[in-house]
Nanobody, 127 residues
Framework: QVQLVESGGGLVQAGGSLRLSCAASGRTFSTYVMGWFRQAPGKEREFVAAISWSGSRTNYADSVKGRFTISRDNAKNTVYLQMNSLKPEDTAVYYC????????????????????WGQGTQVTVSS
């Protein structure tokens, strides 16, 4: 079982930056693929980024490539999402998610592939 707690959300102007953190409980954090998803009002939850258990591989949604960076520190049981050049359309609740590594090496973009979820943190980007 893994428990996830996000932090770092807030209000920022367009063009600004935020760094989200997701702290995980449990000894097996380093064996989990971690992902970030977001959900804007009236829209479905969408994939943002994912990172392999070792941190050596990442996967990004086209909408955030070149602006967002996912990283992890297994010693601290924490995954991060550095968000730069924020746009009003990035406004959403951001969720951290985890799934056990399955040996296939796939960094899934499908939310149903992830077993554990945090409660979310609000990010609001003003124009």
């Amino acid at each position: 079982q893994v428990q996830l707690v996000e932090s770092g959300g807030g209000l920022v102007q367009a063009g600004g930056s935020l760094r989200l953190s997701c702290a995980a409980s449990g000894r097996t954090f380093s064996t989990y693929v971690m992902g970030w998803f977001r959900q804007a009002p009236g829209k479905e939850r969408e994939f943002v980024a994912a990172i392999s258990w070792s941190g050596s591989r990442t996967n990004y949604a086209d909408s955030v490539k070149g602006r967002f960076t996912i990283s992890r520190d297994n010693a601290k049981n924490t995954v991060y999402l550095q968000m730069n050049s924020l746009k009003p359309e990035d406004t959403a609740v951001y969720y951290c998610a985890a799934r056990p590594t399955d040996g296939l090496g796939i960094l899934y973009q499908d939310s149903y592939k992830y077993n554990y979820w945090g409660q979310g943190t609000q990010v609001t980007v003003s124009s």
